[in-house]
C-alpha cells in the first residue's frame, strides 16, 4: 500500500539501501536491492544518500521499490503522483501500465487517471458501485449537481 504520507513510515536517517535493507533483512545479496531500488531511478550514490536529503519524488520512489518488491497481487495507492514532476510521473505511468497485478487508485490527478485507469469506481453513502462513464461524465455529472 501507498498512502499519501508514505514518508511517514521512512527512517530518514537511513539511506534508500539501508531503508531497504531494514525491511527485507533476510535478503541476500544486497545487490539485488539496489538494482531494484535502481530501476525506480534510485542508483549510485543515490542509494547511498540519507533519506533527509532527498527529495519528496525520490522519497516516492524508494516507497514504491519497497512495496514492489513482494511482488504483491494488488497495489493500492493513494494520491500517487503526490511530490512527483511530470517525467517521474510519466515514468510511474508506465511502470503501473506494465503491471501484471490489480491497482486500486484513489488520485485528484485526471492525467495520470486517464492515462492510467480502465474502470472507474464511486464511493457514496458507504457504498462503493462502478461508474459507467469515463471522468469527463463524471464531470459533468458533479457539476450539474452542484449547479454550475
Known sequence: ??????????????????????????????EALRAHLG?????????LRPM????????????????????????MLDEPTNHLDYDAINALIVGLNNYQGGLVVVSHDE???N?????LYLVQDGKCKHYKGDLQDYRK???????Y
Not at 508514505?6 to 533483512?25: G, R, V, W, Y
Not at 455529472?141 to 449547479?147: A, D, F, Q, Y
Open 52 to 75: 533527509y536529503l532527498l527529495s519528496g519524488g525520490q522519497k516516492s520512489r524508494v516507497s514504491f521499490a519497497i512495496i514492489t518488491w513482494e511482488r504483491p497481487h494488488v497495489l
Open 1 to 30: 500500500m501507498f498512502t499519501q504520507h508514505h514518508t511517514d513510515s521512512l527512517d530518514l536517517k537511513l539511506t534508500a539501501l539501508e531503508q531497504m535493507i531494514a525491511k527485507f533483512p533476510e535478503f541476500k545479496p544486497v
Open 141 to 147: 455529472l458533479v457539476t450539474k449537481e452542484l449547479g
Open 111 to 113: 492525467y495520470f487517471l
Open 39 to 47: 530501476s525506480f531511478g534510485m542508483s549510485g550514490q543515490l542509494a
Open 115 to 119: 492515462a492510467l485507469c480502465d474502470k
